[in-house]
């Protein structure tokens, strides 16, 4: 895709988006000083190059009862045991986001669960693929 694809406008309304996904194309084109109409088009055409993938919200886990939260890199056994990797992370619910890293380990992968027990029943089910290291985290600043 080529960068003169997107002007200044796109990239306005982008970093709204971005903020607060929920805003409507009245409301971004009240600060770009578009109509609402004129707006859709251009997420529209975002959409169609692949700027925009999805939209997603932010919430709570703590109110969902997930307490423990995670930071895992993953050192798996073999190289041929990527495949079968991915389709494991794929299963498990409690595995948020999972990213293939250079550097130490083999990939890296964040996951919430209810309970420390919950967290070790998901450890003790990655071992079929290599070892891992833990890091829990206890607060998030940003």
Known sequence: MSQALIDEIDLLILRQLIHDSTLSHKEIGRTVHMTGQAVGARIRRLRELGVITGYSIGW???????HVHALI????????????FLQFVASEEEIEEAYRVSGE???WMRARTQSPERLNALLDRLLKYGNYKVSLAIGQVK
Request: aromatic share 10%; charged share 15%.
């Open 60 to 66: 709570d886990p703590e109110k969902l009862g997930l």
């Open 73 to 84: 890199t993953v050192f798996l056994n073999s190289g041929g045991a990527h495949q079968t």
């Open 105 to 107: 380990g083999c990939y």
